[in-house]
């Protein structure tokens, strides 16, 4: 059996243990180019493959070993419904009265019955989940054993590699709710009303009312009791879009291109190597699973904009409705210098592609997000943006030649802040999804039109552009009262250094992160082809189920609103609940 066979094999502890032995013992001593290839060798990623049986899986996670329906296009919001679905249905065929309430996890959903109908309820559950390899968990345990006071059902889902499970962070949870004179009383706190008057009237609301992680023009219906179906400030309704730079570096004629626009651009003679490197133009296919995890994770974004210089990939889907490719010709207009390499120069004109909405995220093709994320991570109710400052700081010194594209933007911006509100602009921003407005980088570019300009005519990184997108906005929003400081989990790699791998392991076993970037700042390396056979490695076992904005999409069976009961007005419709 091959050693990365059996390292995969082996307990986290004893992998992590050989690693660290590795990396202190063995890779000080070889050459630098070989050091990520023996790391990789010593940290497989993925897990052991297992044996697909009647489209099911064993596989292993934190709740203990499950069975999983094996789907190689899930989506969380999708299972997140089915269990859902699969347990109103059951409780509507038995009888039994329910009502649907906000839940204080975004990710899972919460269905109320009264404490009376507990025993009937339970015995209906149990009887749900052998057919199709159900789990029921209980989440809140009563006073005595068999009278718990929430449990919660789901029927696991998982991909072809059993990389990732959809379970019980998705679960639909039921609630016993106890009858107190003419009250019904929660059995744990929601986000709304913890005890209601037993008469609260009945009444019908859409999926976007009981929590954000959903489509914004989901139109499926859920019974639910008129107080549940009020607005909380801490709503956000307006709409958000994603925005992302791409380039795909090893097309012909996009090389023709930029050979032109270097022997034209003299200057890049005198300035630093990171101007104009071949790193910033590689393409990993890292942009496929950024999708995919904008369709897991972000359910809520409206429309994704593609900006390309004419490019495009040949495994995505034009013609999803979410999905518009721009060309760079339609954001620049008679601005700029075109054709551009300069994703400074690309940035400052982001704010106007057409059909965008006010509040948007920029992302680069190689930030991803790791896990579920709901709209109050990046926007206040208000419509602020939030901002992720780093711990790093911009070096104090002035610019110099020797600074790198990056940070004499950063010194730039520095400039200006320091100019317009007499603040020292002390910290870099995280490599993150960037919150953004419209209407500010707007405002941004009239009130520095002279710096702006100058950006958008750079063909390469030049070090008297602006990072507009990546920085100065942040700071800007921040003193002009559009943006608050936030909190993000997140996680930055190099890909060149072989502590990576180990890194990576761990982001797949905890899954524990809002986002996380791959980054390469070496165009030189001679693990290049270590570094692209990591990410081939790592994101189909992160990110493994397909979303529809690629060709090979399998369309999931479309959903039909679901028909709510407990008026006579409204007649009763039951979903189809077969998986």
């Excluded at 270097?262 to 005198?270: S, V």
């Excluded at 905890?510 to 570094?531: E, P």
């Amino acid at each position: 059996m091959a050693l990365r066979q059996v390292l995969r094999m082996a307990p986290w502890p004893v992998r992590r243990r050989i690693f660290e032995t590795v990396e202190a013992r063995v890779l000080p001593r070889v050459a630098p180019e070989r050091r990520l290839r023996i790391a990789r060798t010593f940290m497989p990623l993925g897990p052991v493959r297992a044996r697909i049986t009647d489209g099911r899986m064993r596989v292993r996670t934190g709740a203990g070993v499950l069975t999983a329906r094996v789907d190689p296009a899930a989506a969380p919001c999708d299972v997140r419904r089915r269990n859902l679905d699969r347990v109103a249905a059951a409780l509507d065929e038995a009888g039994v009265d329910w009502f649907r309430v906000p839940s204080g996890d975004p990710n899972r959903t919460a269905v109320a019955v009264r404490g009376a109908d507990r025993a009937a309820v339970l015995a209906l559950l149990r009887r749900l989940l052998p057919a199709d390899h159900g789990s029921l968990r209980v989440v809140r345990p009563g006073p005595r054993r068999r009278e718990p006071l929430v449990v919660a059902v789901c029927w696991p889902v998982t991909d072809p590699g059993g990389n990732m499970v959809l379970g019980h962070d998705l679960a639909c949870e039921v609630e016993f709710w106890r009858e107190q004179g003419d009250r019904l009383v929660a059995p744990r706190r929601n986000p709304v009303a913890d005890s209601i008057p037993a008469g609260e009237p009945v009444t019908i609301a859409t999926e976007p009312v009981f929590g954000p992680f959903c489509s914004p023009d989901d139109v499926t219906t859920y019974r639910t009791r008129r107080v549940f179906t009020s607005v909380d400030p801490d709503r956000i309704d307006f709409a958000i879009d994603v925005v992302y730079t791409w380039v795909d570096g090893s097309d012909p004629e996009w090389q023709r291109r930029k050979a032109r626009a270097l022997a034209e651009n003299t200057w890049l003679g005198d300035v630093s190597v990171q101007a104009a490197n071949d790193s910033r133009f590689t393409s990993r296919d890292e942009l496929r699973y950024s999708l995919r995890a904008v369709h897991c994770f972000a359910p809520w974004v409206r429309r994704v904009f593609l900006v390309t210089d004419d490019q495009v990939p040949d495994w995505l889907d034009r013609a999803h409705p979410r999905l518009t490719v721009v060309s760079h010709r339609e954001i620049f207009g008679d601005t700029g210098t075109l054709p551009t390499f300069n994703s400074q120069a690309i940035e400052s004109r982001l704010h106007r592609i057409p059909g965008l909405a006010e509040h948007f995220l920029y992302l680069n093709d190689d930030v991803i997000l790791g896990r579920p994320v709901v709209p109050g991570q990046f926007f206040t109710p208000g419509g602020l943006t939030k901002f992720f400052a780093s711990a790093a700081r911009v070096d104090t010194a002035p610019r110099g030649p020797a600074d790198r594209p990056a940070d004499s933007a950063a010194k730039n911006n520095r400039r200006l802040i320091q100019e317009t509100f007499g603040r020292m602009l002390t910290r870099k921003m995280m490599h993150t999804p960037h919150p953004s407005r419209r209407s500010v980088i707007a405002e941004i570019e009239q009130r520095f039109a002279e710096q702006v300009t100058a950006t958008a005519g750079h063909q390469f990184r030049h070090p008297d552009d602006l990072s507009l997108l990546s920085s100065l906005q942040q700071y800007y929003a921040y003193l002009t009262g559009k943006a608050a400081p936030g909190k993000i989990r997140y996680l930055y790699t190099d890909l060149a250094q072989p502590v990576t791998p180990l890194q990576l392991a761990r982001l797949l076993r905890g899954r524990n992160v809002d986002a996380f970037c791959l980054n390469d700042v070496d165009a030189h390396s001679a693990a290049v082809a270590d570094q692209e056979a990591l990410v081939a490695e790592f994101l189909p076992a992160y990110l493994p189920f397909t979303s529809p904005f690629e060709l090979q999409h399998r369309s999931p069976r479309a959903v039909a609103p679901r028909q709510p009961v407990g008026s006579p007005d409204i007649p009763m419709k039951l979903p189809d609940i077969s998986l």
